[in-house]
């Protein structure tokens, strides 16, 4: 899922400052399951923003809520009879809820509360790690299931390179080399075949590279 | 090895030759004198000098230029490519250019990474790594295409080169890495620097068993010490440097204002070693901003005077 992480809190209240009411809209997705942007983490930035306001002698009213998903209209929909008394939204989901809320509400500021990071794993409880680019093609398949792209720093396609030691990667030690990973794959699956042929140059277009991507199911259009 | 270009490198080696090459580091400037002085200092005691490409992503001045310098200068230069900081336009691009000026020898390579330069919170490319780049350069030389199957109408000569670390980990999977590189045409090996001879041997003997040594020319690769400060650097702070205890001792044994003499006496003597090795086709030294001390080395290990080749 989309990994997020929460913005420093001064980062929010300069954000804010020029407001009266404010309303924190929570997204009970994939920032739910990370800890930055559901329910819970909705009460918690609200209340320490109240605080704060009430230190400082500022006015503001804080409303709290959290959408289904705020990738979809059909959750988006629930704001429009009340997001009219707030002046702005901090919204708590990834960058796409953002913007996609924005896209709704064209008069309404829209602001991020937290950062998005990446596709990734709750690898154990407090720690999420990164798994998928998107780069749009996948190569799984032939990489033992394990992403050169997400997890090689120079997203090498025929690794690993000359820094690889003791199983980490050059960049820093807290990273494991993605190669080594692959190759201890392959040798447990047998492969490794696979590792001694040149996998040749990637197609990008399938990325970012090649512009905003968009998916058309045909089947599912109305 | 197949493929014959006008390099002299290439020559050399083919002739069975010891091939001696170097490694001329550009300044962070634009003046193009230094490289020029640094070259001077070996144009005769070398077969080729590499100019490295923002080495250690810190920024320099281009390889590109300062290979054009040597070669009007009438060197041989080895054009050392970076996939960090080039897509695939611009890299074959530059292989274009350089072959316009006669610049037969290429040294393929990914690159360190943003984050050990002057840099880093630059974003970086790696649209190809060092193999597939490899790759591009026998297309462009062999099939007269450029990756998108665009025809050239005349194609750059390059001798292709590719580096390799014996000391990088998994090690195991150091001689099929060389194998795949060889698979994609590299035609020349330069080593990582190697200070462990032991663990160097037994790399070259899984090349030797599977003959690899007869498919690409391997240049062991040698940075002489200047003293205890730099190896402990070496060591402990360069990745996949491999830089025994003994050779700390070593140095460390004898006064300060020795200690670069006897770095390069270390170097000497493991050159002579690994001249009786099966499968080492030669020489790099990257005497790191040590140019001048290059002839010496060369000399001392009998490796002077060059072969003369058409």
Not at chain 2, 70 to 90: K, S, Y
């Amino acid at each position: 899922m989309i990994m997020a992480k929460a913005k420093p809190i001064e980062e929010i209240i300069d954000e804010i400052k020029e407001f009266k009411r404010i309303l924190i809209a929570g997204c009970n997705g994939c920032v739910t399951v990370c800890e930055a942007g559901g329910m819970k983490e909705v009460e918690v930035l609200a209340s320490a923003l109240r605080m704060y306001f009430k230190k400082a002698g500022q006015d503001m009213e804080i409303g709290e809520i959290s959408l289904t998903r705020q990738c979809d209209k059909e959750y988006i929909k629930e704001l429009r009879d009340g997001i009219g008394k707030y002046d702005a939204v901090v919204s708590l989901a990834c960058g796409a809820g953002v913007q996609f809320l924005a896209e709704m509400y064209e008069t309404k500021p829209i602001l991020p509360g937290v950062d998005t990071c990446f596709i990734g794993v709750t690898e154990e409880p407090g720690v999420w790690t990164e798994r998928c680019a998107a780069c749009g093609e996948c190569m799984l398949a032939s990489t033992g299931g394990i992403c050169p792209i997400a997890r090689c720093s120079k997203r090498m396609a025929n690794g690993p390179c000359g820094g690889s030691s003791d199983g980490k990667c050059e960049v820093n030690k807290e990273i494991a080399c993605g190669w080594q990973l692959i190759y201890d794959r392959l040798k447990a699956l047998g492969q490794l075949d696979r590792f001694e042929k040149p996998v040749s140059p990637k197609n990008w277009k399938t990325s970012r590279d090649g512009g905003p991507r968009k998916i058309i199911r045909e089947v599912s259009r109305q | 090895m197949s493929t014959t270009t006008p390099s002299k490198l290439q020559k050399i080696l083919a002739a069975g030759h010891f091939g001696v090459t170097t490694e001329c580091g550009p300044p962070r400037s634009c003046d193009g004198g230094v490289v020029e002085e640094k070259a001077k200092h070996v144009a005769g005691h070398v077969d080729a000098i590499n100019v490295t490409d923002n080495q250690t992503a810190v920024v320099r001045m281009c390889s590109l230029a300062s290979c054009i310098r040597l070669r009007i200068m009438g060197l041989e230069p080895v054009l050392q490519m970076v996939t960090r900081d080039r897509n695939r336009i611009g890299l074959q691009s530059d292989l274009l250019g350089a072959a316009s000026f006669g610049i037969n020898n290429v040294l393929c390579l990914t690159g360190d990474h943003q984050s050990f330069g002057d840099h880093p919170e630059a974003a970086n490319v790696f649209d190809l790594d060092s193999t597939q780049l490899i790759q591009t350069v026998k297309m462009m030389r062999d099939e007269a295409k450029l990756l998108s199957g665009a025809e050239l109408k005349t194609c750059p000569q390059m001798f292709i080169g590719a580096a390799e670390n014996p000391f990088a980990d998994p090690f195991d999977v150091r001689v099929s890495r060389l194998a795949k590189k060889v698979a994609a045409g590299a035609q020349f090996i330069q080593t990582q620097c190697i200070y462990n001879l032991d663990k160097f041997k037994k790399w070259m003997q899984g090349i030797v068993d599977r003959g690899l040594h007869e498919k690409v020319h391997i240049l062991a690769g040698f940075t002489p010490m200047k003293g205890v400060g730099m190896a402990k650097y070496m060591k402990n702070r360069v990745p996949g440097m491999d830089v025994p205890d003994d050779i700390i001792k070593r140095l460390q044994g004898v006064p300060k204002e020795k200690q670069s003499d006897e770095g390069i006496n270390i170097c000497i003597e493991h050159i002579q070693e690994l001249k009786e090795v099966k499968g080492v086709a030669g020489f790099h030294i990257m005497a790191i901003e040590w140019e001048e001390k290059v002839p010496e080395i060369v000399e001392r290990a009998g490796l002077y005077p060059r072969p003369k080749v058409d």
